[in-house]
């Protein structure tokens, strides 16, 4: 053991084992249905963003901006089952919004298995035209 433990804490604290924690690098299916009625199961590592996880699909979530404030993003969550709480910046651009049951999908982060998103929009070059 280290002094103070400290490599241990590390691993835990990183889920690289030791600790009983989830591991970095397992990942979890996600199914994601896009706007063109097609369901698809994907396998996401955990703590991917939503449109991390997308990458796999034929078209990834459509985004507008680098740092998360335009939600443009916007997915429909049809289980929450899997998803991270929203972190304090991404409940603040939710609170603005008056729709239920959507989470901006690069702040949405898989923790777990099971979580079923509907995608409204899908990356293109409309998508970003003017952003
Ligand atoms: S891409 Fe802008 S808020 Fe998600």
Known sequence: MSRFGIRAKLKTALGLGGGGGPRVDERVPVTFVTPDGKTTEVLSELRYTLVMASQTLDAPIATGCPDGH??????????????????????????????????????????????????????????????
């Open 70 to 131: 335009c939600g443009h993003c916007v997915v429909d969550v049809l289980d929450a089952t899997g998803l991270g709480e929203p972190s304090p910046a991404e409940a603040k651009l939710l609170a603005e919004k008056p729709e239920k049951g959507i989470r901006l999908a690069c702040h949405a982060r898989v923790v777990g298995p099971g979580a079923k998103i509907k995608v409204r929009e899908v990356w293109s070059m409309e998508s970003v035209k003017g952003t």
